[in-house]
């Protein structure tokens, strides 16, 4: 929109400089990754309805797979201009929920505690990349869940979760300072009392909102 002349090839970004350009405002989009945390709300709030925005129907962020992944999980997605309207439509997989999430490892832990409040077993694979993230994923994930009755099996490629009939009432939730921990199981105190050790770790995804947590 700039104006200025882009060289990509495999290894490198070039960008040629310019002495002069027009001021224009661009409406950068939002974070996808940052809304899967309202999907699983949504998902687990039966009557509720938000309102995101800016988001693209035609979004390059992998992480707008959240549309299709929570479409399975209850959670309807409609376009309007430049922002989303999520609803929960009530309508759940009848069977184990099963993903490759090769291509989009930030939703693992949202999606797999989504799917424990519902109360629906998942298996979910194309996780090698949590074990390297801000904690191994992967095992904080294993450790959390099973605190809530659930069963959890993982190897260096997959979680496999069958939930417990009822939720276990208030466990502490550790977050191994990874703020995608906190933000992931924040949902479920629409299921269940919980409390999240040290919130202020999500200030790396929501810093003017972080104290919100300590009611949580």
Known sequence: NLGFEINFDSKSIN???KN???TQTIKVESDWSSAS????????????KLNLSTFKNDSLQGDSKLVDLYGSLGVKTTFKGDSI????????PLGVYTQNLNHTPDLAQTIAVTCLGLGISCQLSGLHTLKIKETDRLVALKNEMEKFGASVQ?????LYMTPSKTLNPNPTVKTYNDHRMAMAFAPLKT????????????RKSYPEFWKDFENI
Not at 37 to 48: C, G, K, T
Not at 85 to 92: A, D, F, G, P
Not at 154 to 158: A, M, S
């Open 191 to 202: 299921k269940t009392n919980l409390i999240i050790r040290d919130p202020e770790v999500v």
């Open 154 to 158: 993982i190897d260096n490629d997959h």
């Open 20 to 22: 002069h350009f027009e």
């Open 37 to 48: 945390y309202y999907y699983s709300l949504v998902a687990l709030s039966s009557a509720l």
């Open 85 to 92: 309207l999520l609803e929960n439509t009530n309508k759940t």
């Open 15 to 17: 960008i040629k400089p």
